[in-house]
């Protein structure tokens, strides 16, 4: 094995590690979006603010 083949083979294998871990995250994100739209559709809103800390137990 020459050294070159091993750096090239190094790097081909880091970019489709990087790349599989690129589609997991688009595709988890994806999910999540479609996950929020299924709530929001049942009813379930989401809170940007909250009342008083009071409230709040």
Same mark, same amino acid.
């Given at each position: 094995?020459?050294?070159?083949?091993?750096? &090239?083979?190094?790097?081909?294998?880091?970019? %489709?590690?990087?790349? $599989?871990?690129?589609?997991?995250?688009?595709?988890?994100?994806? &999910?999540?979006?479609?996950?929020?739209?299924? %709530?929001?559709?049942? $009813?379930?809103?989401?809170?940007?603010?909250?009342?008083?800390?009071?409230?709040?137990?």
């Amino acid at each position: 094995m020459t050294h070159t083949f091993y750096i &090239g083979m190094s790097y081909a294998a880091t970019g %489709l590690v990087v790349l $599989g871990l690129i589609i997991w995250v688009i595709a988890d994100g994806k &999910g999540r979006q479609r996950e929020l739209r299924e %709530l929001e559709a049942a $009813g379930v809103r989401r809170r940007s603010k909250t009342g008083p800390a009071s409230d709040a137990s």
